[in-house]
């Protein structure tokens, strides 16, 4: 998906700065982004 892809340092589109997002997550940032985006991600996305 567009939005685990630009997380991930993939392909930011749009608004999306590709400084911003090419740069290692942590679990936290991980599950914040998932949490704010809930709404466009997959149910079955877990953070161990």
Request: proline share 4%; charged share 25%.
């Amino acid at each position: 998906m567009e939005i685990l892809s630009a997380f991930f340092g993939g392909n930011a589109s749009d608004s999306t700065d590709l400084a911003t997002w090419n740069r290692p997550r942590s679990t936290e940032e991980l599950q914040q982004f998932i949490n704010s985006h809930h709404d466009m991600l997959p149910d079955n996305i877990e953070i161990e």
